[in-house]
């Protein structure tokens, strides 16, 4: 495949169209895509697996529509972002998602994290506090307690059997776009509650992880959070976590979720020292804000109006 067909896959499947405009910024080493909306405080939205931006595009258009500016953005290796060589510890992506802050010319934002990009959202609210002004998680547990679920609990190791695969060279990349990434359909029925995704909704998602180099750049990080839990630099990202998070935080879950159990979540508001909000949507699966994205939409920009969110 040339160049020119990968810039036009990418443009294709990527740069999809809708009420928002596209660009690249520059942030931490390389070129991050976003797409953004709006005009208000800064809300910046980040993606899970086996996703990219478009996942938050119900939240983009209701944000906007509440007085926000909206602006969701690929991770590193995904999407339309820069897939570099190394750098998928989730240090240094946090430190991309606070570099994209500081690029868009905000002195902070409202940080939303679903499923790897909570993780990420965790992590950059304890690294960098004076960039996040409130953080809202989905999906994803404190780093520290989905370190010590994946340790401990059985039920929880067994749930995040994907994440253990993916410590194989080579086949897990393989495995994702074999058949035109059908393994990525499978994924995202399996984990969703009752409500399953649009086939058409199934075939972006599809499309997206079968653009070069973008599948062997979505399973690095999850190469480093296991090989990494016996290493030093796990052991000192794991004690730098102990430092508490400082702003009020929105922690979302769906009861359904098969992959992050809803016990391994529900204990991260000890990590938090300040107004945490625990919200549990019964019904729903591992993706809340796609499956029921009226409700999440509201019970996100709800929070993110409240002056004084309470306990």
Same mark, same amino acid.
């Given at each position: 495949?040339?160049?020119?067909? !990968?810039?036009?896959?990418?443009?294709?499947?990527? +740069? $999809? =169209?809708?009420?928002? &405009?596209?660009?690249?910024?520059?942030a931490? *080493?390389?070129?991050?895509?976003?797409?953004?909306?709006?005009?208000?405080?800064?809300?910046?939205?980040v993606?899970?697996?086996?996703?990219?931006?478009?996942?938050w595009?119900?939240?983009l258009?209701?944000?906007?529509?509440?007085?926000?500016?909206?602006?969701?953005?690929?991770?590193?290796?995904?999407?339309?972002?820069?897939?570099?060589?190394?750098?998928?510890?989730?240090?240094?992506?946090?430190?991309?998602?606070?570099?994209?802050?500081?690029s868009?010319?905000?002195?902070?934002?409202?940080?939303?994290?679903?499923?790897?990009?909570?993780y990420?959202?965790?992590?950059?609210?304890?690294?960098?506090?004076k960039?996040?002004?409130?953080?809202a998680v989905?999906?994803?547990? !404190?780093p520290?307690s989905?370190?010590?679920?994946? +340790? $401990? =609990?059985p039920?929880q &190791?067994?749930?995040?059997?994907?994440?253990? *695969?993916?410590?194989?060279p080579?086949?897990?990349?393989?495995q994702?776009?074999?058949?035109?990434?059908a393994?990525?359909?499978?994924?995202?029925r399996?984990?969703?509650?009752?409500?399953?995704p649009?086939?058409a909704d199934?075939?972006?998602?599809?499309?997206?992880?079968?653009?070069?180099?973008?599948?062997?750049?979505?399973?690095e990080?999850?190469?480093?959070?296991?090989?990494?839990?016996?290493?030093?630099?796990?052991v000192?990202?794991?004690r730098?976590?102990?430092?508490?998070?400082?702003?009020?935080?929105?922690?979302?879950?769906?009861?359904?979720?098969?992959?992050?159990?809803?016990?391994?979540?529900?204990?991260?508001g000890?990590?938090?020292?300040?107004?945490?909000?625990?919200?549990?949507?019964?019904?729903?699966?591992?993706?809340?804000?796609?499956?029921?994205?009226?409700?999440?939409?509201?019970?996100l920009?709800?929070w993110l109006?409240?002056?004084?969110?309470?306990?």
């Amino acid at each position: 495949m040339t160049h020119a067909d !990968h810039s036009g896959m990418r443009s294709s499947v990527i +740069l $999809r =169209d809708g009420p928002w &405009t596209h660009r690249d910024v520059a942030a931490n *080493g390389a070129r991050f895509h976003i797409a953004e909306t709006g005009e208000g405080p800064l809300v910046l939205l980040v993606h899970g697996f086996p996703q990219f931006w478009w996942t938050w595009r119900h939240q983009l258009t209701a944000l906007a529509e509440a007085g926000f500016r909206a602006v969701a953005m690929d991770l590193r290796g995904i999407g339309g972002s820069d897939r570099t060589p190394r750098g998928y510890d989730p240090a240094n992506l946090a430190l991309d998602v606070t570099g994209v802050i500081r690029s868009l010319g905000e002195p902070d934002a409202a940080l939303v994290g679903h499923d790897l990009g909570g993780y990420l959202a965790w992590t950059a609210a304890v690294m960098r506090p004076k960039l996040v002004r409130r953080l809202a998680v989905s999906s994803m547990p !404190h780093p520290r307690s989905w370190r010590a679920a994946l +340790l $401990r =609990d059985p039920r929880q &190791t067994a749930a995040s059997r994907y994440v253990w *695969g993916f410590q194989r060279p080579w086949l897990p990349e393989r495995q994702l776009v074999a058949d035109e990434g059908a393994l990525v359909g499978r994924l995202l029925r399996q984990w969703s509650g009752p409500r399953q995704p649009e086939p058409a909704d199934v075939l972006v998602y599809r499309q997206a992880m079968c653009v070069p180099s973008t599948a062997n750049c979505a399973v690095e990080p999850y190469r480093w959070l296991v090989r990494s839990l016996v290493r030093p630099d796990g052991v000192q990202f794991n004690r730098r976590m102990k430092r508490p998070v400082l702003v009020p935080t929105l922690h979302l879950h769906g009861s359904l979720d098969p992959v992050v159990r809803t016990r391994s979540s529900a204990g991260s508001g000890e990590y938090v020292e300040a107004p945490y909000r625990w919200r549990l949507f019964d019904g729903l699966g591992h993706f809340p804000h796609e499956e029921d994205p009226a409700a999440f939409s509201t019970e996100l920009i709800d929070w993110l109006r409240d002056p004084e969110p309470d306990r």
